[in-house]
């Protein structure tokens, strides 16, 4: 028995630090997108492609492992996860161009859906009467590589040092999360339906579509402002990667303890909640000046740190026979929204900036005003999610009659 547990505690730690990796990528990327564009003169909008491949990588692994995870299992999953991390690190550092950083950013892409794939249905199976909280615990690591991502890209790029460099960083936490998945006997699935073709019949259920469409938004409104944070408000006065590390603070804090939270309000009560303060971050984001951006920041923080895990927890426990397969379409969705998303933002980043220009505001100012429209419109994702998620929180009862129901 305490083999068993000591077990279950080295996957989780392996589990973690996968996703330290995983959110490392998103958050030095995010602090030298505009060097990148610099370095191989690339405008925002090709930025924006490129963005959009780590989004295009990461659903098409958590569709390709959601299919694929009753038969290989997560251990196979991660090590697809850590071979591609390698790839899409090493090539790079050693990019070219355009073209070589979208096909580097694929792989970094595919390696992040894998480790998703894989660490979901692990997560849920091993703890299977606390699987939200414990989702919420293991996705603690991915605001909490975001933080620590952001402070080696700001203190390197301080320091004078390049961005192959702060890419390299990455290898560490790599070959960790590597080690312990190749030296651990990863456990049976016992908790989740693992008939792949139950799980395809059980996506017919009109609440997990709901949930999608409700997925496609939660990740764009989380996932877009901190993917650009550095071109948006690199000129309003405030520190881009210091408001990225206090917002991914926050989140890390929010999940850590989502627990409580999670249970006094049940998952439906904390996405409304969620929704509404998102909205109100993102419009005060629009509007802050200065100092008062890290106020907003730490609003913003506070909205999206629920969304992801409670999104992931409420498709297994309310969704349950959708198994593995749900939560990795769920994640896919996410994702795949935000690389569609990511290239339109870029071209009206562009678009924005032009306008301000040719309005009569120069240099910085232009920059600010173009990042505070972008910002505007971005409020109307999280927006709709207020309306879908109050429809969702007044029928509450009723879904959670059906979900004991379907457990009994």
Known sequence: MSNDVVNKNKIFLAACISLIVT?????????????????????????????????????????LGGLIYNKVGAKKLLFVAFICHILGLVLTIFAGGFWTLIISTFFIGFANGSVEAACNPLIADMYTNNRTAMLNKFHVW??????????????????G????????????????YGFLV??????????????????????????????????????????????????????????????????TGIMALGRFFAGPIVHRLNPIG???MSAIITASAIYFMSVAEGGMIYFAAALFALGVCYFWPTM????????????????????????????????????????????????????????VAAGKAVLGFMVYFPLTLVVLFGILFFMRKKIEKKRIGHTA
């Open 142 to 159: 991915f605001p909490g590589g975001l933080v620590i991502g952001s402070l080696v890209s700001k203190f390197m790029t301080d320091a």
């Open 161 to 176: 040092m390049g961005w192959q460099l702060q890419i390299a960083t990455m290898f560490i936490p790599t070959l960790i």
């Open 270 to 272: 904390v996405l409304f």
């Open 23 to 63: 959110s490392m990528t998103f958050a030095i990327r995010a602090g030298i997108l505009s060097q990148l564009g610099l370095d191989f003169e690339i405008s925002n909008e090709k930025l924006g492609w490129i963005n959009s491949m780590a989004f295009l990588g990461f659903p098409l692994a958590m569709i």
């Open 182 to 247: 190749f030296t651990q006997k990863f456990p049976k699935s016992e908790n989740i339906e693992s008939d792949t073709s139950a799980n395809i019949k059980a996506l017919a259920n009109p609440l997990f579509w709901f949930m999608m469409v409700c997925m496609t938004l939660t990740a764009t409104s989380e996932f877009i402002p901190q993917q650009w944070v550095e071109t948006i408000l690199g000129s309003s006065g405030a520190s881009p990667m210091l408001v990225l590390a206090l917002v």
């Open 312 to 367: 992931i927890g409420f498709t297994s426990e309310y969704t349950s026979k959708t198994g593995a397969l749900g939560m990795s379409l769920m994640g896919g969705a996410g994702m795949f929204a935000t690389s569609i998303w990511n290239p339109i933002i870029g071209s009206r980043l562009d678009n924005e900036k032009a306008t301000a220009l040719a309005s009569g505001l120069e240099g910085a100012v232009a920059d």
